[in-house]
């Protein structure tokens, strides 16, 4: 079973930076990339970032281009989410996830427990 964990959440004020990071205990068999979600109270869970295993290509929400920037460490097993221009919009429990899907969550088999991040204004 493959376990996700999350970390670097907080509270930050608007127009300040965070750096998530999410280390997976392995890769999966069948695992096309990691990605990065979001759900705000009320809200749905919405697609944030992800990045394919291979390749490294990178693929955004238009909410967060130019601001968030995504990468991983293939030898650690491990993706990031570099959040600068922070917004009070922003906040949200952000997640991790690998699977077979880019943008939408139910193409994801394995999901982290998520991290807090608040955005003040």
């Known amino acids: 079973q493959v376990q996700l964990v999350e970390s670097g959440g907080g509270l930050v004020q608007a127009g300040g930076s965070l750096r998530l990071s999410c280390a997976a205990s392995?890769?999966?068999?069948?695992?096309?990339?990691m990605g990065w979600f979001r759900q705000a109270p009320g809200k749905e869970r919405e697609f944030v970032a992800a990045?394919?295993?291979?390749?490294?290509?990178?693929y955004y929400a238009d909410s967060v281009k130019g601001r968030f920037t995504i990468s991983r460490d293939n030898a650690k097993n491990t993706v990031y989410l570099q959040m600068n221009s922070l917004k009070p919009e922003d906040t949200a429990v952000y997640y991790c996830?690998?699977?077979?899907?880019?943008?939408?969550?139910?193409?994801?088999?394995?999901w982290g427990q998520g991290t807090q991040v608040t955005v003040s204004s």
């Open positions: 996830a690998t699977g077979l899907g880019i943008s939408s969550p139910n193409q994801y088999d394995y």
């Open positions: 392995e890769r999966p068999f069948r695992s096309l990339a």
């Open positions: 990045i394919t295993w291979s390749g490294g290509s990178t």
